[in-house]
């Protein structure tokens, strides 16, 4: 795990909200869990299939997974796993590899990296060669996970301002 | 939640209160607590618990009766979190899972300095300048150390605690200064007004006294230096105040809607009427001199609540001790409750026997708050000899006083003006 110091601040409004300020509107945050629990046994990957449901109606080409894995080895390949098996083909980003870890701010600088990456439509470059795999198309949809390296887990689904 | 029983002024879900748990530095369990609170008696003795030669202040409310694993902030807090817990739940009659979420109030922690010394015994020698670092991470390289990590994560003290007690989801662990166990509270309060959840456990929990917090309170001169006697150091609203009593303590307090808690025949002992919290950002450390956001705390609590000013009977001050705290707290009540405060509305100080408990304070003062409507009796503020002048209050002196109160109102101003009230009732209208 190497540590990075990073700020994230998330503006969060109700679309109604935004749109009577006229203000931009980077993304939409459809989905959002946490939870946590004893990782042994299958639960963990339990769990990443389980929480925020939402994501399970995505389609893998037009999505992107913007990962918060902390680097501890086992743990994010148990995660890459777990994410090939919920979604598919979706190309997936390990950010920590560009910032670092985090800690607590890993998860909101991952919600501010997707909704960036949506919003300008961007083909997002690969962070991580030997894991990670090319972005076809821009994406429409983004999952944002954020597993701890001691304890918990997390999920977020955004999607392009309809 | 058609039934109007049930509902608020709002028409939202009335949240009582079921169990209740508390520790402090007078002992453990309400029961105890509640006997040496009415009976006037001081928790506060000198620190044994390191060595605090050449430092001004020397005592404390340290909790040191209960058992830990290994001597951190971490390790203390989690088991006076569990021990007020397993009361609360007790009392609530409620086994197994709780099925519910956790709030919980827990003290920013980092590594004690015992630990630090000991990482530097066993760090390789220095071979240059300002390596200190390196060898740390060289140390730790060396041998992996568990407790060590444990003992600077605050999260695990609500890991534990969802374990034990079986909470349901992600337990929320928040801080907000000194107001911290009234924003635990509010934020239980708040899932269930949502229909998010039907009970919530909310915790508030600090075991942090150490010698770098006493010194960090001492350098910011907001700790009395009263060593001698210990008893006498905590006198809010007293002419002679000079700071406050750090302190230990924990709390748990079961909210459940008053639906679900008749619908399973529990026993009522109050209700989490009203909520109120405003930041004050005049400055890091002072209040805003005019008050005002201290007085939209306890008017957004009694608005939030459906309550006029009137009907509180009795106010559980913040009342640290410190020269400011009191006089800002003073001139807020003041303008919310008029003259009616001089002599129609007690208004006592709990930290006066148990210090200032920080993280734990708004929640262990909650429970006092119910449990004042319980018995009705108005625990003293003590060590109340010298009056200030300038504050005209009724802090119940010295001796406890029967009343019967049917509406109490309870402050957490924090550092960094993190402003919170609860106004609590014996009935649910």
Known sequence: ?162 | MSDNRFTDHLGRPIIAVTGMGVITSLGQGLADNWSALTSGTSGIHKIKRFDTEGMSTRIAGTVDFLEVPAPNSVERSYAMARETTIEALAQAGIDGDFNGPLFLAAPPVEPEWHDRFALADRAPPASEPGDAYVRFLAAMRTKPDPVFLEAVQFGSISERLADRFGTRGLPVTLSTACASGATAIQLGVEAIRQGRTTRALTVATDGSISPESVVRFALLSALSTHNDPPKKASKPFSKERDGFVIAEGAATLVLESLESAIARGAKVLGIMKGCGEKADHFHRTRSSPDGGPAIATMKAALADAGLSEEQVGYINAHGTSTPENDKMEYGAMLSVFGDRLKDGIPCSSNKSMIGHTLTAAGAVEAVFSIQTMLTGTLPPTINYTNPDPAIVLDVVPNVKRDADVSAVASNSFGFGGQNASLVMTREPV
């Open chain 1, 1 to 162: 795990m190497i540590l990075g110091t990073v700020g994230a601040f998330l503006v969060l409004e109700s679309r109604e909200h935004a749109e009577a300020r006229g203000a931009h509107i980077y993304s939409v945050l459809d989905a959002v869990e946490g939870d946590r629990g004893n990782r042994d046994d299958g639960r963990f990957e339990a769990r990443m299939a389980r929480i925020a449901p939402e994501a399970d109606a995505l389609d893998p080409t037009q999505t992107i997974v913007f990962s918060g894995a902390s680097g501890m080895a086992e743990l994010s390949k148990r995660e890459k796993t777990a994410l090939e098996t919920r979604f598919g083909a979706a190309p997936v980003r390990g950010y920590a590899g560009s910032i670092g870890h985090s800690l607590e701010a890993q998860f909101p600088v991952g919600l501010a990296l997707a909704a960036l990456s949506i919003d300008s439509g961007a083909i997002v470059p690969v962070f991580d060669a030997e894991h990670e795999a090319k972005q076809a198309q821009p994406a429409t949809h983004a999952v944002v996970t954020t597993v701890g390296y001691v304890r918990g887990e997390g999920l977020a689904v955004l999607s392009a301002n309809a």
